[in-house]
């Protein structure tokens, strides 16, 4: 059973948005702080952009801030990562993330669970 699902993903031109989707089947979705990660072919992980559970406090890695945003709708247990004027260095795997602390964090280890990725291209 998929416990968190992206979706959204696709092939874009420079300039062009997207709204990635992650989509939870648990339970206690709206206590859980989300997160966004991405990674280039075997490239580490990059933190992108969290939410606390609450959904009062957001942060964001500074290579997207202005352009991308991140928010949720505990009513249907999703996390959505709005990306506008996208880049060609935005191309990569992007994967949602809960933490069970309900905290906006930012580093890999402190999220307990994965979704499975969707892929971003942006081409020039």
């Known amino acids: 059973q998929v416990h968190l699902r992206e979706s959204g993903g696709g092939s874009v031109q420079v300039g062009g948005s997207l709204r990635l989707s992650c989509a939870a089947s648990g339970r206690s979705f709206s206590t859980y702080g989300m997160g966004w990660f991405r990674q280039v072919e075997d490239k580490e992980f990059e933190f992108v952009a969290a939410?606390?559970?609450?959904?009062?406090?957001?942060i964001y890695a500074d290579s997207v801030k202005g352009r991308f945003t991140v928010s949720r709708d505990n009513s249907k247990k999703t996390v959505y990562l709005q990306m506008n004027n996208l880049k060609p260095e935005d191309t990569a795997v992007y994967y949602c993330?809960?933490?069970?602390?309900?905290?906006?964090?930012?580093?890999?280890?402190?999220?307990?669970?994965w979704g499975q990725g969707t892929q971003v291209t942006v081409s020039s």
């Open positions: 993330a809960e933490n069970w602390a309900g905290l906006a964090k930012t580093r890999v280890e402190e999220y307990n669970y």
């Open positions: 939410i606390r559970a609450s959904d009062t406090g957001t």
